[in-house]
């Protein structure tokens, strides 16, 4: 079982929709949750980060945090083309780069 | 603040070559990993250093090594390049590299033929 699933998609929906993005995980030591933007042909872009359980807004993004359930979430709303990327998950419970585990990414495409 | 920059951006070998792949990491930044990315396996982790010191190692056979600079600037390099090591390598680096998160370049393409 890997550590952290996520579904890779492809995800389509029309300009102005709320999209969501999940990841679920099975190591409980988890503490650190992010997540990247990934446009083509360029590096992962850090979105949002956060510690522990709950929620974290910026802007139009909102990342969820559930312990408990191990599982994750990235909202975006009023989805704008220019979000057409593949979004990565990523969680560590610390202590070294060795310890950070990626989802394989969600690609998503937003039609104007 | 500059982000980090990775360079080359493209490269093209053939087997049995070697590569050096460069990375400068945000200025500050003490913490840098490489990660091999392929549309199979999605982001693996090579290795980390931190001061100079390799700190953690993924699981990658002895080709791939790496090294610090007292400026925090690293390499990667990969010797007897083999067609399955075609991949976007991606460098990151972080202020500690275990609870700050990883703010990455845009990696060096390498094809091999």
């Known amino acids: 079982q890997k550590e952290v699933e996520q579904d890779p998609g492809p995800l389509s929906v029309p300009e102005g929709a709320i999209v969501s993005l999940n990841c679920t995980y099975s190591n409980s030591a988890f503490q650190y949750f992010m997540w990247y933007r990934q446009y083509s042909r360029k590096g992962p872009e850090l979105l949002m980060y956060t510690y522990s359980s709950g929620n974290k807004e910026d802007g139009r993004f909102t990342a969820q945090v559930d312990k408990s359930s191990k599982y994750i979430s990235l909202f975006i709303r009023d989805s704008q083309p220019s979000d057409s990327a593949t979004y990565l998950c990523?969680?560590?419970?610390?202590?070294?780069?060795?310890?950070?585990?990626f989802g394989t990414g969600t690609r998503l495409t937003v039609i104007p | 603040k500059a982000g980090v920059t990775q360079t080359p951006r493209y490269l093209i070998k053939t087997r049995g070559q070697q590569v050096t792949l460069s990375c400068s990491p945000i200025s500050g930044h003490r913490s840098v990993s490489w990660y091999q990315q392929t549309p199979g396996q999605g982001l693996q982790f090579l290795f980390e250093?931190?001061?100079?010191?390799?700190?953690n190692k993924g699981n990658f056979p002895g080709r791939f090594s790496g090294r610090q600079f007292s400026n925090s600037r690293s390499e990667m390099n990969v010797s007897t390049l083999e067609l399955g090591d075609s991949a976007l390598y991606l460098c990151?680096?972080?202020?500690?590299?275990?609870?700050?998160?990883?703010?990455f370049g845009d990696g060096t393409r390498l094809s091999i033929l």
């Open positions: 990523a969680m560590s419970r610390g202590g070294g780069a060795n310890n950070l585990f």
């Open positions: 250093y931190f001061s100079e010191t390799q700190r």
């Open positions: 990151a680096s972080s202020s500690t590299g275990s609870e700050q998160p990883q703010h």
